[in-house]
T-cell receptor, first 112, second 110 residues
């Protein structure tokens, strides 16, 4: 009955690899987000999709590519991973024009 | 101009005391101001939120005070409990885009 779920919870990989993080929400929301939380716990929005359409795209390296197969899923693919990509990535969802965002449990990415 | 400044960075309060966290913003286009609570290893969870046409909102032990002219808002936690120990984030929203403050690590001592 999890509202927003992410897989995997932990991801450890080598520099230069490509990895994906998956997110699913069962709240019936039409908008989904990816956030990055750095080692100082600062949360910053990366992307937002509404009904599979990209509506927010912050200044994120183009090695990061979100993909939304349907409005309940938003995946994050990262190419050529760098040390600085190590962080916790959170998926969130909301209903457009309803501001409350519900966050997933996070994926801790460690790049070695 | 889209920054939200939060203070203090960390806060230690005795059980039963009042915890106060402050935030300030610049962009007057922000139209929604939530507070999120995050426990270690978990995602942020909405605690309480306010819109700029209201000066105060209370839910249980949690109160937001909002000062539109000063562009400041604060979270008050009354009768703080050890279970309130967590990181608290203020945020401001513009067209669904949440801008977070830097976070406050609250520790409530028994």
């Amino acid at each position: 009955d999890t509202a927003v779920s992410q897989t995997p919870k932990y991801l450890v990989t080598q520099m230069g690899n490509d990895k994906s993080i998956k997110c699913e929400q069962n709240l019936g929301h039409d908008t989904m987000y990816w956030y990055k939380q750095d080692s100082k716990k600062f949360l910053k929005i990366m992307f937002s999709y509404n009904n599979k359409e990209l509506i927010i795209n912050e200044t994120v390296p183009n090695r990061f590519s979100p993909k939304s197969p349907d409005k309940a899923h938003l995946n994050l693919h990262i190419n050529s991973l760098e040390l600085g990509d190590s962080a916790v990535y959170f998926c969130a969802s909301s209903q457009l024009r309803v501001d409350t965002q519900y966050f997933g449990p996070g994926t801790r990415l460690t790049v070695l | 101009q889209q920054q939200v400044k939060q203070s203090p960075q960390s806060l230690i309060v005795q059980k039963g005391g009042i915890s106060i966290i402050n935030c300030a913003y610049e962009n007057t286009a922000f139209d929604y101001f939530p507070w999120y609570q995050q426990f270690p290893g978990k995602g942020p969870a909405l605690l309480i939120a306010i819109r700029p046409d209201v000066s105060e909102k209370k839910e249980g032990r949690f109160t937001i005070s909002f000062n539109k002219s000063a562009k400041q808002f604060s979270l008050h936690i009354m009768d703080s409990q050890p279970g309130d120990s967590a990181t608290y984030f203020c945020a401001a929203s513009i067209r669904g885009k949440l801008i977070f403050g830097q976070g406050t690590e609250l520790s409530v001592k028994p």
